[in-house]
Nanobody, 117 residues
Framework: QVQLVESGGGLVQAGGSLRLSCAAS????????MGWYRQAPGKQRELVAT???????NYSDSVKDRFTISRDNAKNTLYLQMSSLKPEDTAVYYC???????????WGQGTQVTVSS
């Protein structure tokens, strides 16, 4: 069973930056499309960024041009660099494979990001 551990969240003022990390217990990053998700209070979990096996990335409109997803396959670690943060970015952030259900990969505890205005 793959375990995912997210870290790097915190409290930041609007306009600030944070870098999130997601460590996987074994190598899954290089062979799967990976994504960062977020869930704000009272809202459904949403996918905000993906990176495929070739390194191509995609972003939701809400974070495009502000967030950057990357990975280090040797370290089994996925990253999310967030800049120009807004209060509406406040959420718990999770990482997982896009095909998490098919691959039977559970969810980590997430990391809380709080952006103050």
């Amino acid at each position: 069973q793959v375990q995912l551990v997210e870290s790097g969240g915190g409290l930041v003022q609007a306009g600030g930056s944070l870098r999130l990390s997601c460590a996987a217990s074994r190598s899954i990053l290089s062979s799967n499309v990976m994504g960062w998700y977020r869930q704000a209070p009272g809202k459904q979990r949403e996918l905000v960024a993906t990176i495929d096996r070739g390194g191509s990335t995609n972003y939701s409109d809400s974070v495009k041009d502000r967030f950057t997803i990357s990975r280090d396959n040797a370290k089994n670690t996925l990253y999310l660099q967030m800049s120009s943060l807004k209060p509406e970015d406040t959420a718990v952030y999770y990482c997982n494979a896009i095909a998490w259900g098919k691959l039977n990969i559970g969810w980590g505890q997430g990391t809380q990001v709080t952006v103050s205005s």
